[in-house]
């Protein structure tokens, strides 16, 4: 028998970032064109609006999606954030992929509680970790900056245009930017 996992507990603390990982159904690459991270950028432009938040670092993998936000609100929902960020783009995709790929289509299909959906995100919250202290923030945003460079899809953090290290290197290759870190948050 296989044991689960026990899941982390997310922390609501005001002033506090989050480091947000959230995966493809199954794994599948399903990032893998620009017109689904477009998408997914338009989602997280949409979200920063409406759920108050900075946007500190990102990279989005052919996979998989790291986030570093922080909350400006007291009280907040990572589950609500997510659910605004995640929930446009799987639509859209879904949508998508009947009226042109319908082939994919049963990648996508699952059974649960007796009906038939489609699903695009892996289900459950993913990963979240509260970031409270400026050196730990700026090892995660390397952290997530690195991923490209460690699967070999580029040889610089700088060169992947799906990610905030381009931003935080002067060049301007990515239609999503990230805020500003407030003077507190820098070491």
């Not at 690459?29 to 759920?51: N, V």
Request: charged share 25%; glycine share 8%.
């Amino acid at each position: 028998m296989q044991r689960r996992t026990p899941r982390r507990r997310a922390f609501h603390d005001p002033g506090h970032a989050h480091e947000l990982t959230f995966s493809c159904y199954r794994g599948l690459a399903l990032l893998a064109s620009d017109l689904t991270r477009g998408w997914l950028a338009e989602s997280i432009e949409e979200a920063r609006s409406q759920q108050d938040l900075d946007l500190w670092a990102f990279v989005f993998m052919p996979e998989h999606v790291h986030l570093i936000v922080r909350p400006r609100r007291a009280v907040y929902a990572i589950a609500t954030i997510l659910r605004s960020i995640k929930g446009p783009v799987g639509r859209r995709a879904i949508a998508y992929l009947e009226a042109h790929h319908p082939a994919w289509l049963p990648r996508l299909t699952r059974e649960r509680g007796g009906r038939t959906e489609r699903v695009f995100w892996q289900p459950g919250g993913g990963y979240d970790r509260n970031v409270d202290e400026p050196g730990t923030l700026m090892a995660m945003i390397e952290y997530i900056h690195q991923n490209p460079v460690r699967r070999g899809l580029v040889g610089r953090p700088a060169d992947w245009r799906w990610s905030s290290a381009g931003w935080y290197g002067g060049q301007d290759v990515c239609p999503l930017r990230p805020d500003r870190l407030p003077p507190e948050w820098v070491p």
